[in-house]
């Protein structure tokens, strides 16, 4: 069965830097979100992307972040200058179509900004 | 938007004996609710969902009720199996409005052997 994958599985970084969390949404799927889990806490939503643009993104999504579809299959989330609360799992996730179909996620990459 | 509260954050439960974790959303506009389960270091997996079109949805020891007048929805399992501890989570997703699911806190379900 196909599966949204994420790379790097962990990613460490210096407060300040630039990370780019990258996603393979499963092949047919058109939407495309980013999640965050902070340790202990719940899923958050902080984008979503269709037909090539932002659809909504919440009140966490600032302008620190960005996301691209650089070519037909990987989907990235860049954080541009990292602080020390960013630190959480990031999971990636794609539906299909239809508003209520089901989002699968990927396996999540954890990040630690130090 | 939409807010989702889930109880209890914590459910222990004697392996055989069901378990019910209970959500409630506040926009009326929300038409589903998906129920994920999720291990320890592991991605959130579906494991039922339901449409604001049905009441009830059963699937093996799994079900989910909604009640759309109170706003509330739950999750039952049955017959639980040391495999079934994990936390849930609840999640829920507007008609007009968001694009993302909004979750629950989770709960942190134990089956005791």
């Known amino acids: 069965e196909p599966e949204v994958t994420q790379t790097p599985s962990h990613q460490v970084t210096q407060m300040g830097q630039e990370v780019i969390l990258r996603c393979v949404p499963i092949?047919?799927?058109?939407?495309f979100y980013w999640y965050r889990q902070i340790l202990g806490q719940k899923v958050e939503f902080l984008v979503s992307?269709?037909?090539?643009?932002?659809?909504?993104k919440s009140e966490i999504f600032d302008d620190q972040f960005s996301v691209e579809r650089p070519d037909g299959s990987n989907f990235t989330l860049k954080i541009r200058s990292t602080k020390l609360e960013d630190s959480a799992m990031y999971f990636c996730a794609s539906r299909m179509t239809g508003r209520t179909d089901t989002q699968y996620f990927g396996p999540g990459t954890r990040l630690t900004v130090l | 938007g939409e807010n989702v509260e889930q109880h209890p954050s914590t459910l222990s439960v004697q392996e055989g004996d069901s378990a019910v974790i209970k959500c409630t959303y506040s926009d009326s506009a929300s038409n589903y609710f998906p129920w994920y389960k999720q291990e320890l270091g592991k991605r959130p997996q579906l494991i039922i969902d339901?449409?604001?079109?049905?009441g009830e949805k059963k699937d093996q020891r799994i079900a989910v009720t909604l009640n759309k007048t109170a706003k509330h929805f739950s999750l039952h399992i049955t017959e639980t199996q040391p495999e079934d501890s994990a936390v849930y989570f609840c999640?829920?997703?507007?008609?007009?409005?968001?694009?993302?699911?909004?979750f629950g806190k989770g709960t942190h379900l134990i089956i005791q052997p």
């Open positions: 339901i449409r604001s079109n049905v």
């Open positions: 092949s047919n799927h058109l939407y």
């Open positions: 999640a829920a997703q507007g008609w007009g409005g968001a694009d993302g699911l909004t």
């Open positions: 992307f269709y037909n090539n643009e932002i659809s909504e």
